[in-house]
């Protein structure tokens, strides 16, 4: 059997939904509280570096983790990539960039969208600030977005 | 494990302790093949199984023998009416249900057929549905047929004898 | 004390944009028979099956269970499955077969990428909590690396349309590429970035595909391919998922996994690596130690035909045919997995001499 056997094929649209609602534990849920309160957050590895979004662990050692600082506001752009064109689930729908973006105080970047308008306004080590949402529920959300500083 | 402690800008605060991430995928999914031959049988009023040579009788197929590893290349068609060779009664309601509890879903091996399909039981109380019980195919409307199995609305009882030994489909032993 | 394991038979099927007529198991069935009968094994005579899928691809829960249909499993077989490319699937077979029990494996992997929303799918793999709400595309992570590659000095966007343009150059002599041409590289470079700095021909298609192999160990090898493909090295090493915590212009898990593989201990006659951005072959090369070399990706690599769950696998049974074909004799295949190269699995394969 051939596909040219088999004439017109039947497809259907498919929808897969998943509503998680995921526990957070006390590390990513005081960061998640942060974020809420306008307050970021990182925590301190087993060499003192201070990683953000903190994690329960030394990524190298797998030590315990448990000593939260506050970083930023302001931050960092360690690394970047401009999109032309939005994906409908990404978080800005104009042309941004994604940046790995390092806080104040922070050794490590995260990955954040960047509103600046255009390409031209971006580069490596450029400060930025962001912008809080309107409304903070507890969520990576919360960071709507950063901007040029 | 060990006590977080709060950095001072969030003593005092309610804590998050969990966080909603939902997440939606919308995919074109491709019946495939032997799949769209079924379910344009059914469309047509038609209940067709497939085998591969020296094979079992599939309904419906997915286009390959499992025991042969070898696609199934012939159509035959089955009856609407079959035995049933097992059945559940659900009783607990769950998010989705079109049905009124209790109600029965079964596995019904039409005659022709090597391996049972399973859908409704209908028009009998849950009580009186046995294995080896004599079931057809009640099908919608004919304006109504579709490349789907709703286009069988469910299997009825039709009075024959119980089957006290079920038999597999001609040709093909155990 | 290491049991010699050898590959002694590979299919694999064009790859394609979109396979819209068949499903998974009929797309993938024609496979599996192609390589028992190269191997000249009935299923029953194989001793392990060993998969690589993921059913996120097709939204189908249990899609790989299906897929065992067309493996004809009947009587009862040993199998295994991984969610992950089919280069993992190798591995545990090839982590069976040591145990001496077995003596023949087959592996197969195969993906739809074309149903679904595939950017989508893969940002499911990255941090729940931080990361994937965003739904950050395969593209953009690729090009943070890019862009970290740029501002360190260590490549140019020349190099990227360089690669570009070789890979799909090369595509043009393996009938089961899907995107194969000859355009200067010069020319791709005066296209439009699409996520800056990657232009459209830095990035991998989207493909539906499928490949097999046939393993086995020690005498049984030779008795089925006269000239058998032997492992001579294999190992896979994982980095931190999140980005900020690696340097994205290295790969120091290839690096890792190409020392305990054993990749410098002889010449190497031809590399095939998975890269399907670009960028990432430049990376590669280095954390391989082929910098220079001229034989690389002579399929045309990911860039070519990029079916997720299998290109992996398919590097591999690339070099694999090579050695059985005697074209080559030592030769080195990679395949990778997570965001920005962040899972890495190297595989040495040699002839008898």
Redesign the interface.
Known sequence: ?T??????????????????????G?????F???L??R?L?GIKGSQGQV???P??YD?ATGE?L?????VGPGGVV????????P?P???LQHPFA???V?PDGAD??????VDAGS?EVMA?GMRVRPRWADERE????DLECWEPA | ???????P??VG?????????????????????????F??GIAQGRILGERAPGGKVYVPSR?ADPQLGL?T?EQVEVSHTGTLTSFCVVNVAFYGQGMEIPYTSGLILLDGSDLPIMHLIQECPVEDVRIGMRVEAVWVDESEYG?TLESIRYFRPNGEPDRTVVQPGAGVTW | MVRDVAIVAVAQMPNVRA????NEV?MLMPVLQEVRAKAGLTQDQIGFTCSGSTDYLS??AFSFVSTLDGVGPWPPIQESHVEMDGAWALYEAWVKLQLGELDTALVYCYGKSA?GPI??VLSRQLD????A?????AI??A??????LL?AGKATEADFAEVAARSRRNALDNPNAQLAWDRPAAELLAD???????RLHDCPPITDGACAVILAAGARARELHERPAWIRGIDHRIE?M????RD?TTSVSTELAAAKAGVSDGAVDVVELHAPFSPQELILRRALGVDDHPDVNPSGGALAANPVMVAGLTRIGEVAQRVLDGTAHRGVAHATSGPCLQQNLVCVLEGDR
């Not at chain 1, 490590?108 to 969208?113: D, I, R, T």
């Not at chain 1, 507890?138 to 959300?141: D, L």
Request: net charge negative.
């Open positions: 059997m596909s040219q056997d088999s004439g017109e094929v039947l497809s259907a649209p498919l929808v897969i939904e998943y509503p998680f609602t995921r526990t957070t006390p590390v990513i849920g005081a998640l509280t942060g809420r309160e307050v957050l990683l953000v979004p994690t329960e990524p315990e448990t000593e939260l600082v506050e360690d690394t970047w990539c401009w999109v032309r064109t994906m689930k990404h978080p994604w940046a790995l390092r490590v970047g995260f990955l954040q969208p390409p490596t507890g969520t990576i959300h | 494990m060990t006590e977080i402690e709060l950095p800008a969030l605060k309610e804590l998050v302790r969990s966080v909603r991430t939902p997440a939606r995928l919308e995919y074109t999914y491709t019946a495939g093949a032997a799949t769209t031959r379910l344009t286009g696609p290349s490349p | 396979e819209t007529s068949l009929e939204g189908q149903p950017h989508e729940p909590y931080h990361v709400p965003l739904w950050p595309d953009s992570l090009a943070l690396q890019a862009r970290a501002d439009d970035p699409i996520v800056d700095p990657l931190p999140a980005l900020g915590l994205l």
